[in-house]
C-alpha cells in the first residue's frame, strides 16, 4: 500500500485559532502514529501557495471557526481537487451560522429554543424574557456567550460586541448535553454526554481551562432522553448533510430537548468532547481520526 501524504490544516485566523492549535497537534501525533506522512499547515492567507507546495493526497481540517469550519477552505480544497476531511462546503456553511442552522432545523421538525436575531444594536432587555442567552450568530467556542438578566449584563455584552449579527436566545433551564455522530460508514450517535461548569455557564473558560467542567459520561438523564437526543443528533446530521462526524448541542429540561446548534469541526484537544464521547464508545483517538481519514473525499456538495 502507497502511504498518503495528509496535510492538517490548522491554526488559522478565526478567534478560535488557539484551539485549533491544539486539535492539529494531536491528530499530528494521531496520524504519524498511523504511518502516515504527515504536514502541519498554519492556514493563513497564503493557504493555496502551500497547499500547491506541498502537493498532499489529503487535507485533515483541525481548523475551527471563521475561515475553517464555514466552507471558505472547503471551497478552496474542491478547487484544488484535494480530499478533505469533515462536511461539505454547504454543510459547513449552514452549521456555522446559527441563525440558518435553527430556521432549517424547525423546518424539519426539530425543536428548536425561541430566539431572536438581528444587529446587537435590534436587541434589548425586553427582547425575551430574561435571563435570555445573547451569542454571535457566526462564532464558534462559546466566543462571544453571555446570560443577560438584566440591563447591566446586556449594556457590558453590547460594549464588547464585535461579532456581527447576533442571536438572543430563550435560557432553557436544565441539562447541557452534546451528542457525537460519526459517519462509520453511516452516521451513527456514539453517546451522550452531560456537561456541569463549576461555576458560571459552559463559556470559553470552562470548555478549555481542565477542571472547570465536570464530564458526565454517559449523561445521567434516563434511558428514553438519552436515545431521544442520539436520535436527533443523527436526523440534524442528515438534515444538514453532514459528513465524516459532527456534534450537535441540546439542552434538557427534563421533559424536552432542545438543539441549539450543530458543530461539524468539533475539536480534538484533550478537553474536546468528541473524543471523550467515542472512546467511551471504544473508539481510541487514533481510531476516530483514522475514520475520519477514509472518509475524506470532493464533491460533497453533490451529497
Not at 494521531?30 to 506541498?54: N, R
Not at 436520535?231 to 439542552?251: W, Y
Request: aromatic letters at 6%.
Amino acid at each position: 500500500m502507497i502511504m498518503k501524504k495528509i496535510a492538517v490544516l490548522e491554526g488559522g485566523l478565526s478567534s478560535e485559532r488557539e484551539v485549533s492549535i491544539k486539535s492539529g497537534a494531536a491528530v499530528k501525533k494521531a496520524l504519524k502514529s498511523l504511518g502516515f506522512e504527515v504536514v502541519g499547515i498554519d492556514a493563513g492567507y497564503d493557504l493555496a501557495e502551500q497547499l500547491a507546495k506541498v502537493k498532499p493526497d489529503i487535507a485533515f481540517i483541525a481548523l475551527h471557526g471563521t475561515y475553517g469550519e464555514d466552507g471558505c477552505v472547503q471551497g478552496l480544497l474542491e478547487f484544488m481537487k484535494i480530499p478533505y476531511t469533515h462536511s461539505s462546503i454547504t454543510s459547513s456553511a449552514i452549521a456555522m451560522n446559527k441563525e440558518m442552522t435553527q430556521i432549517i432545523l424547525r423546518n424539519a421538525g426539530i425543536r428548536i429554543a425561541n430566539n431572536f436575531c438581528g444587529e446587537i444594536t435590534e436587541i434589548t432587555e425586553k427582547t425575551l424574557p430574561v435571563p435570555f442567552v445573547l451569542k454571535p450568530v457566526a462564532e464558534g467556542s462559546s466566543v462571544g456567550v453571555s446570560i443577560i438578566r438584566n440591563n447591566a449584563d446586556l449594556a457590558a455584552a453590547k460594549a464588547n460586541w464585535h461579532f456581527g449579527r447576533a442571536m438572543a436566545e430563550e435560557f432553557i433551564e436544565g441539562h447541557e448535553l452534546s451528542v457525537a455522530v460519526l459517519n462509520n460508514p453511516k452516521p451513527t450517535a456514539l453517546g451522550v454526554i452531560e456537561l456541569k461548569p463549576k461555576d458560571g455557564f459552559y463559556d470559553y473558560t470552562n470548555k478549555y481551562t481542565g477542571g472547570k467542567t465536570d464530564h458526565l459520561m454517559p449523561a445521567p438523564i434516563g434511558e428514553q432522553a438519552t436515545e431521544k437526543a442520539k436520535e436527533i443528533a443523527v436526523a440534524a446530521h442528515k438534515i444538514l448533510g453532514c459528513s465524516g462526524c459532527s456534534r450537535t448541542d441540546m439542552r434538557y429540561n427534563g421533559k424536552d430537548l432542545y438543539v441549539l446548534e450543530i458543530n461539524t469541526h468539533p475539536g480534538m484537544t484533550e478537553l474536546s468532547l468528541l473524543p471523550e464521547i467515542a472512546k467511551y464508545a471504544g473508539i481510541s483517538f487514533e481510531q476516530l481520526v483514522e475514520t475520519l481519514v477514509n472518509n475524506a473525499s470532493l464533491h460533497r456538495i453533490r451529497n
